[in-house]
């Protein structure tokens, strides 16, 4: 972490503030046994003169004499000031402070800087009730936190009422400031390398651009005064604008802030663990933030999303999240945030699936399904339709032990499968992304037999066009003895017809044209006839006889 910066001395701000106010405030001092003006002047007081001009406001005849139980009307601005600590009221994730981990309720002091990682965010509470969001990603230092009064329990009653100095410098990312709205004595200021932020009550934004050091300023509420760093620059901000100080002389001009993005393609519920959504109308870059709670006090996840990207959100737990977003106009000044929460149900994950892979085909007939269980459930659940929603649903089954399941399916045709995990306690994940299959008809049987003209074969069967045909004829059952075998580009075949005579057997199966072979045909029984001249010469001997 970058060493704290030093603190700057704030109090003759409000000193002159207070001394140019019509109605200071006083404090009542009650004086002690002992107590003398002077004295006073060394421990209580700012300066080793103001005993004249509190003598002479509470018409002291002796200022040399002052008695015990005596109250003393005294200006703030005539009292020391007294540091006041900074409370950190919530956090999430990694913050730190000096290199060490700070939890909610931790006090810093001035000096200190308080730094939050990537999907760490805080808040902190200053001594006068405001309230600044730190988000990811963000290194803060508080330069100034006092009020005037001789010791914290008077200074905190004069910050109460307003008499408060603050000093915020950032060195990396952004704040985000709910200032109590309240009589000031000197602004509220936030401080970067290029500006000075100045507010007496309002809600505002303020970020430091990483790349160019300019920094840019957004009210949502009351008027924010934007500064360069040497206050020779500057403009009135008043809600609904924006402006941008860089390293130059060029003034910052106020913006109009850009209405807040549509969020209406945004799902209500996501089912896997990355959060991806688009942002279709989206012509400008938008800033993303996710948080636990609709206040936006906890910030987990902190984004700027190029226009045409997909917003994606990774590693969250199953939950409720609210998600802000606002466009960035050219010079980076952030806009209006449009909020919408969501609930994330990703798990437990569903299974992976194995077998039968997306796309694949079978032939019409029992169907294996298999997957690798998820380790974290004790059963899945299956789903089998005929539709990709699953409207049309064919089967279901619940509480499968295995990883492997044969399913028996209606008919043929195109049928999409998914399936869930199901912890041992009952909580149900969601399904996983649909696979599809298809089951092929079995083939028709072939017919045919003789052709008319006695002297060929003619098989005929039902075929899809653009399919290739394998066909094979046999003198055994078994296609041992195959007698001739063909490709042919339609569902027939017409070849001389074989010799000898007797029983043939023809089958075929189709190939498509992705590959797939489908199985062989129920076989054709054929009868050849024999041919009879051949008997007549074995009996031609005996005719000559």
């Known amino acids: ?80 000031s007294s540091a006041l600590p900074v409370r950190v009221t919530s956090t999430v994730g990694e913050v730190r402070a000096g290199g060490v981990a700070v939890a909610t309720g931790t006090e810093l002091a001035e000096g200190q800087a308080l730094e939050t990682a990537e999907k760490s965010s805080a808040v902190i509470e200053l001594a006068d009730g405001s309230r600044v969001r730190v988000p990811p990603t963000t290194l803060a230092e508080i330069v100034a936190s006092r009020s005037a009064g001789p010791d914290a329990a008077t200074a905190q009653q004069t910050a109460n009422d307003g008499w408060f100095t603050g000093v915020l410098r950032m060195v990396r ?73 860089a390293a130059s002389a060029v003034a910052p001009q106020p913006t109009r802030l850009l209405p807040p993005p549509d ?14 959504f688009a942002l279709p109308t989206e012509k400008a870059t938008v800033r993303v933030q996710v948080a636990v709670d609709p206040e936006f006090d906890k910030v987990v996840d902190d984004q700027r999303v190029i226009a045409g990207s997909d917003v994606r959100i990774a590693g969250l737990p199953d939950a409720r999240w609210y998600l802000r977003a606002r466009r960035l106009d050219d010079q ?31 032939s019409l007939g029992p169907v294996d399904l298999e997957w690798s269980p998820n380790l974290e459930a004790a059963t899945a659940r299956l789903q089998v339709a005929r539709d990709e929603a699953f409207q049309d649903l064919v089967l279901q089954r619940d509480d499968l ?29 969601p399904f996983g992304d649909p696979q599809r299959f298809e089951l092929r008809p079995l083939p028709e049987p072939p017919k045919g037999g003789v052709a008319a003209d006695g002297k ?90």
């Open 1 to 80: 972490m970058r060493r704290p910066l030093r603190a700057i001395a704030c109090l003759p701000a409000l000193v002159a503030v207070l001394a140019a106010a019509a109605a200071e405030p006083t404090l009542e001092i009650r004086v002690s046994p002992g107590d003398t003006l002077i004295g006073l002047s060394q421990r209580v007081f700012n300066g080793p003169r103001a005993w004249r001009e509190i003598a002479r406001l509470n018409r002291l005849p002796d200022p040399n004499r002052i008695y015990p139980g005596q109250v003393l009307r005294v200006p703030a601005r005539l009292l020391r």
């Open 173 to 245: 990312g952004s704040v985000e400031v709910l200032a109590r709205k309240m009589r000031r004595s000197a602004p509220l200021e936030v401080n970067t390398p290029t500006a000075v932020v100045g507010v007496r009550g309002t809600h505002y934004r303020v970020t430091l651009d990483a790349e160019t050091t300019a920094t840019r300023s957004e009210v949502l509420d009351g008027r924010v005064r934007l500064d360069a760093a040497d206050r020779r620059i500057g403009t009135d901000l008043e809600a609904g604008f924006g402006a941008a100080v």
């Open 263 to 276: 969020l209406a393609q945004m799902p209500e519920r996501f089912e896997r663990p990355l959060v991806r």
């Open 332 to 362: 980076g000044i952030e806009g209006y945030d449009a909020v919408r929460p969501f609930v994330l149900k990703a798990r437990p994950e569903p299974p992976a699936v194995n077998t039968p892979r997306p796309g694949a085909k079978q």
């Open 401 to 429: 032990g295995a990883n492997r399941e044969r399913i028996e399916l209606p008919g043929a045709g195109t049928y999409w499968w998914r399936l869930a995990s199901t912890r041992a306690d009952g909580d149900r994940g």
């Open 456 to 545: 060929s074969l003619s098989i005929a069967w039902g075929g899809r066009p653009g399919d290739t045909q394998h066909v094979e004829l046999a003198r055994d059952a078994a296609f041992k003895e195959i007698v001739l075998q063909a490709d042919l580009d339609q569902p027939e075949w017409t070849l001389p017809l074989p010799s000898p005579g007797g029983t043939y057997y023809f089958r075929y199966r189709s190939i498509e044209p992705d590959g797939f072979v489908g199985p062989y045909s129920t076989p054709l029984v054929i009868e050849v006839p024999r041919a009879w001249w051949p008997f007549l010469l074995l009996l031609a001997p005996l005719l000559l006889l």
